[in-house]
């Protein structure tokens, strides 16, 4: 089975820099990948991972360690339009069906 | 390029009855995946559709079917409504063997009464 933990909530200024951390525990592995979703909204692509190490998007970038089971996604100069819901997810399959975590709700404050 | 669409948007049950969810896939995409997203929880992956055999499956009893059709549109069956089953459901397409990321649809709001 998986096990995938991300933090429920956080809160952070317009402008700033905040990194919402990820921990999985997988029988299997087929990259990690994050999603942004909006309230009443479809999930988007944001990042994905397969090898260790960090890959920048812009003002997003992600991390991935596989030995310790650990991911971040990294969001810097925060904007309003960056509070949603921030969804952790570890590839299932050839297909990559994805296992998600809970998601971190994030706040961006002015 | 069409986007992942989805239909109904909303339904509502009655416990015990079936219900079918329709997802017409983006243009191009050959895999369809289907979750299940109850309020303030991640999505739950139901199934995955390739090439019209089922590639995948969660842990979702045998009452929540499938179907992949030609033009890899899928329908989602769900037989026996239970109360539970109120939640989000999406709909996500693929490309097997492009680019890893999945497309959601807007979904369908399923409430059971």
């Known amino acids: 089975g998986q096990n995938i933990d991300q933090p429920t909530e956080m809160t952070a200024t317009e402008g700033a820099i905040v990194q919402i951390n990820c921990t999985y525990q997988?029988?299997?592995?087929?990259?990690l990948f994050w999603y942004q979703q909006h309230a009443g909204e479809a999930p988007t692509f944001l990042s994905y991972?397969?090898?260790?190490g960090l890959e920048e998007k812009g003002r997003f970038s992600s991390f991935l360690s596989r030995s310790k089971g650990y991911s971040y996604l990294l969001l810097k100069e925060l904007q309003m339009k960056d509070s949603a819901s921030y969804l952790c997810?570890?590839?299932?399959?050839?297909?990559?069906?994805?296992?998600f975590g809970k998601g971190t709700s994030l706040l961006v404050t002015p | 390029e069409t986007g992942v669409t989805q239909s109904p948007t909303h339904l509502i049950k009655t416990r015990g009855q079936q219900v079918t969810l329709r997802c017409s896939s983006q243009?191009?995409?050959?895999?369809v995946s289907w979750y299940q997203q109850a309020l303030g929880q991640g999505p739950q992956f139901i199934f995955q559709?390739?090439?019209?055999?089922?590639?995948g499956r969660g842990n979702f009893p045998p009452r929540f079917s499938g179907l992949q059709f030609p033009n890899y549109s899928s329908e989602l069956n769900v037989n026996a409504l239970e109360l539970d089953d109120s939640a989000l459901y999406l709909c996500?397409?693929?490309?097997?063997?492009?680019?890893?990321?999945?497309?959601f649809g807007p979904g369908t709001r399923l409430t059971v009464t």
């Open positions: 997810a570890v590839g299932l399959n050839s297909g990559y069906a994805l296992n």
């Open positions: 996500a397409s693929s490309l097997v063997g492009g680019a890893k990321e999945q497309y």
């Open positions: 559709y390739y090439r019209e055999e089922e590639n």
């Open positions: 243009s191009g995409h050959n895999t």
């Open positions: 991972n397969v090898l260790d």
């Open positions: 997988t029988s299997g592995f087929n990259g």
